[in-house]
């Protein structure tokens, strides 16, 4: 399917997104912060101006923050705060809808490093806590929030993942499950992980039929240099839409959720969205609904183990500098109504 040249040519059932390219910032105060959250505003203000059809601009992981994993309290953030509400007040003045990253103060432990999905009159209609931290690299708690997903711009159904989450089909999965048509992944990958962010990315489409726009941070803060690699990828898993290095760039593709909805009704081979839970129903009437995976069942159990279990050597952040955690895990209070 064509992108309707980066959303210029809109048809009637298209959702035009912008994925944004950011430079990488490298903050360590609140006036540092402060002066970054402006960047992003800028950046809103730059998707209307650019592209008056453009219905959704999301930014990468670290937008704010960049990529120090410094936990400090100063450089947090929370929803009520005024980081958030300007992004918010900026998607309303453009009228348009806004994809943001935040690390999150958390008076019970480490922070969160959570996204947010904000609507064109400045609401927020999607919140979310990373649940994959990329360890041993990153300090933040671990997401308590589940997988939400969200009606969005044109009909659309969206589900935002982060980073590190999008190299487990299981959050894909459950993303297509709930529903999302459209799944969104923010990022800070550098150079490294190129390859697996291109294939992981095709993988989650195709295997749910569902369309992914994904973005990580671009250029360099004189430590890490980050890859940018914006990609837009179809729910047959062709890439519709990509671009490269070149920071701020805001790259665009229209999408046509109804398409993905139409093959989920109507595919027969490769339906693996559906065939997962109904195995065989050519032979066996609605297929063997059964849950034949090991790991499901200890997983859910609460005995989830590797045969390699033993000989894994990092199990905790020390190799980067991190202390070894003490506490164990307790989904923390949240006001948060989905």
Known sequence: MASGLGGLNKSPNGVVIGLAQLAL???????????????????VAKARRSNPGMDLIVFPEYSLHGLSMSTAP???????????????EACKAHRIWGCFSIMEANPHGNPFNSGLIVDDLGEIRLYYRKLHPWVPVEPWEPG?????????????????IICHDGMFPEMARECAYKG????????????????????????????????????????????FDSMGEAMFVDF?????????????EIVCCELRPDLVREARVHWGVENNIYQFGH????AVKGGARDCPYTYMHDLSAGRYR???????????????GFAAPERDFKPTPSSWKE
């Not at 939400?148 to 589900?159: F, H, Q, T, Y």
């Not at 990022?187 to 697996?196: D, F, L, N, Q």
């Not at 047959?236 to 701020?248: F, L, N, S, V």
């Open 25 to 43: 910032p490298d903050p360590h105060t609140r006036e540092a912060l402060w002066a970054q959250t402006q960047k992003v505003v800028g950046m």
């Open 74 to 88: 100063e450089i947090m953030c929370s929803l009520d705060g005024p980081e958030v509400m300007a992004l918010r």
């Open 144 to 160: 308590d929030l589940g997988i939400p997903v969200c009606d969005g711009p044109r009909g659309s159904k969206l589900a935002l």
């Open 180 to 223: 999302a048509d459209i799944m969104l992944r923010t990022a800070g990958y550098t150079a490294p992980i190129r390859h697996s962010w291109k294939i992981t990315n095709q993988s989650n489409a195709f295997t749910n039929l569902m369309q992914t726009a994904s973005v990580c941070m671009c250029g360099s803060d004189g430590t």
């Open 236 to 248: 047959d898993g062709t890439i519709m839409a990509e671009g490269g290095g070149r920071a701020d």
């Open 279 to 282: 195995r065989g129903y050519v």
């Open 306 to 320: 590797l045969p390699w279990e033993d000989d894994v050597v990092h199990t905790d952040g020390s190799s980067c």
